[in-house]
């Protein structure tokens, strides 16, 4: 009985938030704010019954006094708690990518235009089971304050965001002001890497070039030259200089660049082994984070798509979320 009445409240919530609109950007009025008693909430109604019918019967002022300043003091908190949410703006900013396994951070602004404090605002992600956990924060009067959730996604690929709630208790807890919310923005999430990964794949030789040249696990190209004046020193292999040093020599050797121009590194899906598709994906995503490091130009091929040879922070994001989306 207890699974099918869960099965229900899943079917309800489901159909309920799809009526809602995605916006980064919500601002809580009467129309999307909803007010009910808490557990406290109906313990003090039961209270003021009793209290009520023990007046009735016994004839007694005072009691008629304590249940109808209780009552009255319950139905002023109401009215305070209701209005401490109404009016709130709540704003998403885009989530970072991040790594499967990972947790996604979702920073979220809550601005005020009033010219009270709003004291005891809750913010969370709506879980499919339970209660969500909350992050709880006050509001300044007209300013805002910053909040952070973590939501745990999936698997990799490109996810739509769930839905927030965002609710109040504030002043008595005698009544729980919330609302849904839910936002536009997807998180992107990157394939996990391998942890150990074997060394890079050897480099193809370009069009019209004279052989190729290995990459060893270390990521350096075969190729390099004592270093000369003008060198950049990125250019410089610091693996090399260091056991130098310890030796005691101060032989510098660089990168020969026109060895690297007759060679390209290419990280290809169908070639880099592993098992399954999860696991060739995980291998070229631990390569693209070792080329990045290493500052080398590498290119990617998956099926129906290639990326051209390049480094940087860019061409690394493009490369993962290509992984991400394969």
Known sequence: MSSAWRNVKARARHWFHNRLKRTDTLTLTQRNVYILPTRPGWMLAFTLMLLLVASINYQLNLGY???????????????????????????????????????????????????????????????DVGAPALAWADVPAQGSAELQVAWQPPARGLHALPALTAQTLFPLGTFRVWTVWRPAASALVYPTPEEQP????????????????????TGEYDGVRAYRRGDPMKAVVWKKAAQAFAGGRDDLVSRDALSSQRQELWLDLNQCG??????????????????????????LRLPGREIAPDQGPVHRNQCLEALALC
């Open 65 to 127: 006094l304590l249940t109808f300043l209780l009552a009255g003091s319950a139905l002023v908190g109401m009215h305070v708690c209701h209005n401490n949410l109404r009016g709130l703006t709540l704003h998403l900013h885009p989530p970072e990518p991040v790594h499967a396994h990972q947790a996604v951070v979702l920073e979220v602004r809550l601005a005020s235009e009033r010219r009270r404090v709003r004291h005891g605002i809750g913010l969370g992600v709506i879980p």
């Open 198 to 217: 074997p060394p890079l794949p050897p480099g193809e030789p370009q069009s019209g070039g004279a052989g190729s040249a290995r990459v060893q696990a």
């Open 274 to 299: 592993g098992a399954g598709l999860e696991g060739r994906v995980s291998r070229l995503t631990a390569w693209v984070l070792m080329a990045d490091r290493l500052e080398l130009d590498y290119g």
